[in-house]
């Protein structure tokens, strides 16, 4: 058997190959949608707290699986959740690629520099100035629920460290461990890409907007779809 | 507006073709490459010398469920002390590790429990790469229902 630290190393690299694999051709559209629609603010913070969401969703189910010993006992209560989450997704994006065109005053909602009072913004706005950032973090909580092949795969690796483990206390922390690790390798690609779609020259031009916002609207519809046959 | 609404029967007409079964994009081209169907029984593929029957039940196999995979060997007889192990994965996606390890189930059978992960991409071509130490290894490609 492997030791912790191989196992969270070993977590910690898939997560890596994982993230130049399937995460950007799966999540990618999710970043980049972020990206797009911050314009000429940092992309830096939101994604960060994007991933701080994500990563802690992924180490909660991490122990929740540790402590239950099995993957399939989790996913069959989960289920509808998930899709649920796959549908709000897939409606957030297309509701940014809209924003984009201006077809939908975003602002009123996320707080921007023509309507800071957003109402999600003014809600965050009374635990931190910093308004419209926040909100980053609870949809990386969120969406850290999207249904996804290689994080099943993860909590199955979880769920059976859980099962080695001595105790329940310890084998909910290395489930833990090894999710928050697994989702901390993802992160490096998934960043990359959302910087790439952040690039000045990219910003500068309207057209280059208006086509990304059609994708995105039609990326956030096949999301909707894949939930509805999910 | 009259580019909102054009934009919108569109979009909505994708939504519509993307939504009917087997219409657009049905998707899944490793379909091509399936040698083995599971659900109806067991496979058996060939190694040099050595034949391996692969059976997952319970039937028909089903993404996230407990399955219990069952190598059967059949010809020379193995030198290594090592048991076989089973690689889950998708062709043409990195699924992540998902090994299921086999331990002796009495002559020359070996057994394991593991789980098929699903995919929300609905491709349900799977592959579970059969591992024999110093005999090599042979690959059974089979649908699965999600």
Known sequence: MLSTETLFLLYLSTGFTIGFGHCIGMCGPIVVSFSLNLKEKSIFIPQLLYHLGRITTYAILGAVVAAAGSLTMITANIDAIQKGV????????????????????????????????GFISKGFGKLLPKQSTLVYLPLGLLLGLLPC?????????AARAGMDAGSTHQGVLTGMGLMAAFGLGTVPALFLVAKLADM??????????????????????????????? | MKLFIITFCFVFTIVFLLAVPGSVSSGDKYQEMI???LHAGPCTQSLPEITVTLDVTPRPVKALQNLFFRVTLSGKQLTSTKDPFIDLGMPGMNMGPNRVQLKSAGGNSYEG??????????????????????????????????
């Open chain 2, 113 to 146: 429990q593991g789980v098929i992960v699903k995919c929300p991409s609905g491709r349900r071509t799977w592959q579970a790469t059969v591992t024999i130490p110093d005999a090599g290894q042979t690959e059974f490609i089979f649908d699965v229902i999600y």
């Open chain 1, 86 to 117: 796959m549908i709000f997704t897939g409606a957030l994006i297309m509701i940014l690629g809209l924003a984009m065109t201006g077809w939908v005053p975003l602002g009123k909602v996320f707080g921007d520099h023509s309507s800071p009072g």
């Open chain 1, 149 to 157: 092949g290689p994080v099943y795969t993860a909590l199955l690796g």
């Open chain 2, 35 to 37: 040698n083995c169907d």
């Open chain 1, 200 to 230: 000045g020259w990219l910003k500068s031009r309207a057209i280059i907007y208006k086509i990304g916002a059609g994708l995105m609207i039609i990326v956030g519809l096949l999301f909707i779809v894949k939930a509805i046959r999910y």
